[in-house]
């Protein structure tokens, strides 16, 4: 299977989800002018690597802005790692915070509350 | 196709439905009237945007309808003849038209509907083949939270969880699955919701930051030229438009470039900057502005002022210029400043302003320096 990979831009994250190593990143800020459109893709990927690959997976999140649409597909990134998780998988996530940032904390801490696999909040200066 | 897109729809579907048990015409669903009610349920999950809160009165009528209910579970104590049950698997047997007595019993007596479908282990084996529930992850027990309580779809279901008597009807365990999945669903909105309106009061943070630096001079805090020549056209108008007038005066540094030259260029910022310590000691009146227009140079706006009256602050700006100082190096460095005044008339634009206060401020340079003239 492919690597998936997508250059960040002005209002798109860089995506580079790693087939071999299982090490999923989104760096940048999210708020496309097609979010559903923009993220299917990526979506059908996430889908078609966890049916066929078997390791151990963790998702990078370094995103600073989530417009509606993207937080709503990044819940549903959660839903089917945790999903996976929920028939065996090792899943994590580490969500990056400015450590200055309380309110990035807090947002970080409502992902984390919509699953049950290690959810790591990691401080950044 | 027209789909059921509302509860009273469904409501409707329900009573044709019923009529049909009526008139022992009974069927499984059809595929569309299936499709109507996912439709229905996806409607439902759409409006949640539109749940109102929970009022008094719609749990007064909750209430009542647990009382209703209460007095229909009295009443189901009447039910003649036997019902066989199951002993593994709890169901009822249908057989002797049991079930068939049980309905009628019930549909009389309450507002409960049966809906005749297959479950997934018959249609399984109707359709030779096991269904697979698609991929979501399972859910926790039922609990209702308080904040639940604000969607009234919640609200009005939540009661055929809270108690066991619906457990052995056939379509029980969907319908929890259903309902979980909507709380679920319901919850999820809460949350995206929250998570959204962080990231708009960090995005309007920020965007009040950007505002601010994009007026304000970097080196001094105060406004920018930019922003200080936009303040100046918007008194120009409003003096325009009440037949006020202003005075603009231009302050600008004696002999900055020796200072430059001499002490550096870090003690010439530090001199610019003293001098925002001192305007702030002369205490202008609350309306006046002013601004870094570029290098030594500062412009200042008095509104409603005639020139005149404008000449007894400025004078304090020069003279508690004059007798400050800066330290450097253990030396006290005095830097003076020139102010040039013009006072506007109608007709004029920031150019003209800034012209006649440009000509009187030489004229303040050519006769000494340190002092104040009028154009």
Redesign the interface.
């Known amino acids: 299977m492919d690597n998936f990979f997508l250059e960040q831009t002005n209002s798109t994250p860089l995506i580079d989800f790693n087939a071999v190593t299982g090490e999923l990143v989104m760096a940048g800020e999210s708020y496309p002018e097609n979010s559903f459109e923009f993220y299917q893709p990526i979506k059908s990927w996430l889908t078609v690597f966890l049916a066929q690959h078997q390791g151990r997976v963790c998702l990078h999140v370094r995103l600073t ?4 649409s993207s ?2 597909i990044m ?1 549903d990134f959660l ?2 790692l ?2 996976s998780h ?1 028939q065996g998988r090792a899943v994590a996530v580490i969500w990056y915070c400015d450590r200055e ?1 309380e ?2 904390i ?2 970080a801490e ?2 984390k ?2 699953i049950t696999f290690p959810f790591d909040i990691t401080l950044e200066p | 196709m027209v789909y059921a897109t509302d509860n009273e729809t469904l409501e409707e579907m329900l009573a044709q439905y019923q009529e049909l048990i009526a008139h022992g015409q009974e069927r499984p669903l059809s595929a569309d009237e299936a499709q109507r009610l996912f439709a229905t349920f996806s409607s439902l999950v759409r409006r949640f945007k539109r749940v109102a809160r929970v009022s008094d009165k719609y749990q007064e009528q909750l209430k009542s309808m647990l009382a209703r209910l209460d007095s229909n579970l009295a009443g189901a104590t009447f039910l003649s003849g036997t019902l066989h049950i199951c002993a593994a698997c709890k169901k009822l047997q249908t057989d002797d038209g049991n079930w068939k007595q049980f309905e009628q019993y019930i549909s009389e007596r309450s507002g409960t509907f049966f809906s005749h479908g297959l479950c997934p282990k018959c249609a399984a084996h109707v359709e030779g083949s096991e269904i697979t529930a698609e ?4 859910y926790l027990p039922l609990q209702i939270a308080e904040a639940d309580m604000e969607d009234m779809v919640i609200v009005r279901y939540m009661h055929l969880f809270t108690n066991n008597f619906y457990e052995r009807s056939e379509l029980y365990q969907e319908l929890r699955d259903l309902f979980a999945r909507y709380l679920h669903q319901s919850r ?1 909105l809460r ?2 919701a ?3 309106d ?2 708009q ?3 309007r943070k920020l965007s009040e930051q950007m505002t601010l630096a994009s007026r304000t001079d970097s080196l001094t805090g105060i406004n920018n030229r930019g922003y200080f020549l936009e303040l100046l056209t918007n008194e120009i108008e409003r003096s325009e438009r009440h037949g006020y007038t202003f005075s603009f005066a231009i302050l600008d540094f004696d002999h900055f470039k020796e200072v430059n030259d001499t002490y550096g260029h870090a003690t010439g910022d530090a001199v610019l900057q003293a001098f925002v310590d001192v305007f702030r000691e002369c205490q202008m009146r609350q309306y006046d502005f002013w601004g870094r227009l570029g290098g030594e140079e500062f412009g200042l706006v008095l509104p409603d002022t005639p020139q005149q009256l404008a000449l007894n602050p400025t004078e304090r700006i020069r003279k508690c210029q004059a007798e400050s100082s800066i330290n450097y190096q253990g030396h006290d460095i005095t830097v003076t400043v020139s102010i040039g005044i013009s006072q506007y008339v109608p007709g004029d634009t920031v150019e003209t302003l800034l012209q006649r206060a440009d000509q009187a401020l030489y004229t303040a340079k050519r006769e000494g320096r340190n002092r104040v003239c009028l154009g």
Do not use: G, H
């Not at chain 1, 802005?65 to 509606?68: A, M, S």
């Not at chain 2, 991929?135 to 399972?138: F, S």
């Open positions: 802005y989530l417009n509606t937080t709503k819940m839903d089917l945790e999903a929920q940032n309110r990035a807090e947002t409502e992902f509350e919509e | 991929t979501v992850p399972e999820r949350r995206i929250r998570i959204s962080n990231y009061i960090e995005l």
